[in-house]
């Protein structure tokens, strides 16, 4: 995980402690509390990322998962790990594990329990271990949408004023950036109307993303628009490149903390050390759990009871990597549609600017050869269309005739 281990969390240090307890094992057993509230799944990367880190220091370990039972939080179908519910008896937990860790909000406490605040780690010091969990190799297979990396992420949670909507489509068209949104589809809908004023449009990554996913899409976006502080705070952790939509900012102070994130200005990265409170937490985790490793095993649950659920971890597991993979697989397969269509898209714009350009030229080369046409055609009758030059001297000849004619005419009627 990239760390520092902790010298008093030694593997020899914990085989020699559990060795010398009749009733110690090697395999130290944590459990791990994931968090359910809040917006975003910030909270429960972190709660992943502090069990992992945990998990490395004092290995061997086997790790186990909770979450607090009733919720309605879609985090629970990240199905990548085999989750247990509390039981209402939380001495129960003790009974099966050496260790539970969870930031507990309520006032009872357990000798089982460690609360991470006990080794002053906050949540926002745990986001900080995400980096840690969310490796290269990790993000690449998880990322759900591919074709949209380095996109403007904008999180619609909370509605976006036109302002926000005009800066960032004019960043997405100065820096060719696609625009990702998250967030209740009618925001979505709503934020990409205010889009469409400015000739952009955006593509919705999905609202059933799993805590895994999230983590990618927010590595790999280009900036992070968000009004929730926990996914602020994830984003600055990771890479820094994001804005947070606070309810007193003015329009001008948000064109420069956009401008500011899309260059990449990372000066203002939380540069968090949590080296020393990582060592103070796994090292309670390790003496709470060697104080408590000397019970015997007549407080446990029966042997066929516990051969029982794993057989049901097990199958849970199969069930859950079965279902990811269709999941990923199909969401590949939309990614790569939506890639097509974009493809597409530029071919149509592509035929229908050639098509323009076409009915120009034609046009212009018919009126050439109109004058072309009317230029032949003076040539051609140039002379005809002319007008006559005027014979003077046959005028007079004529003239005179005539008056010959006439006085002739007037001496017959005067001779009568």
């Given at each position: ?41 910030v ?43 509390v ?32 080794a ?35 999180d ?56 895994e ?34 309810a ?55 042997e ?26 199909s ?44 230029r ?41």
């Open positions: 995980m990239g760390s520092v281990k902790s010298p008093t969390t030694d593997d020899s240090s914990v085989d020699a402690s559990a060795g010398s307890s009749p009733g110690g094992r090697e395999v130290l057993r944590i459990g791990v509390i994931l968090p359910t509230e809040g917006q975003h799944p909270n429960w990367l972190a709660a992943r990322a502090l069990g992992a880190e945990l998990a490395w220091r004092n290995s061997p370990t086997d790790l186990q998962w909770f979450v607090q039972l009733p919720t309605a939080s879609t985090w629970l179908n990240d199905t990548t790990i085999a989750i247990n519910a039981p209402e008896n939380v001495l129960e937990m003790g009974g099966e594990l050496d260790v539970v860790v969870g930031f507990n909000d309520s006032n009872n406490t357990y000798e089982f329990w460690v609360d991470p605040v006990s002053e780690m906050t949540m926002n010091d745990a986001v900080a271990l995400i980096p840690r969990y969310l490796t290269p190799s990790l993000v690449e297979e998880a990322h759900p949408a591919p074709s949209l990396s380095k996109s403007i992420l904008v619609v949670t909370t509605p976006c004023s036109d302002v926000v909507a005009a800066e960032v489509s004019r960043h997405a068209l100065s820096r060719s950036l696609p625009i990702s949104l998250i967030g209740p589809m009618d925001e979505q809908a709503h934020f990409a109307t205010q889009l469409a004023r400015h000739d952009q449009t955006a593509t919705d990554v999905g609202t059933d993303l799993d805590p996913q999230f983590g990618a899409l927010i590595q790999h976006s280009a900036v992070v628009v968000t009004s929730d502080g926990s996914l602020h705070h994830l984003a600055r952790v990771l890479h820094g490149r994001t804005v947070l939509l606070e007193d900012i003015d329009d001008q102070q948000i064109q420069l903390d956009l401008w500011r994130a899309v260059s990449d200005d990372t000066s203002d990265r939380p540069h968090i050390s949590i080296e020393q409170k990582m060592d103070r937490l796994a090292e309670i985790v390790e003496q709470t759990a060697l104080l408590r490793l000397g019970r015997s095993l007549s407080e446990r649950t029966i066929q009871e516990s051969e029982r659920n794993q057989q049901l971890i097990a199958l849970g597991n199969q069930q859950s990597v079965h279902w990811v993979q269709q999941r990923r697989r969401q590949h397969t939309i990614d790569e549609l939506r890639n097509a269509l974009r493809q597409l898209e530029e071919e149509r714009d592509t035929a229908l600017t050639d098509a323009a350009t076409s009915r120009l030229e034609l046009r212009t080369q018919h009126r050439r050869l109109n004058e072309l046409e009317m032949v055609a003076q040539l051609d009758q140039g002379p005809a269309r002319l007008p006559r030059t005027v014979d003077w001297s046959s005028v007079i000849s004529q003239i005179e005739r005539d008056l010959v004619t006439i006085l002739r005419w007037l001496r017959r009627q005067l001779g009568r």
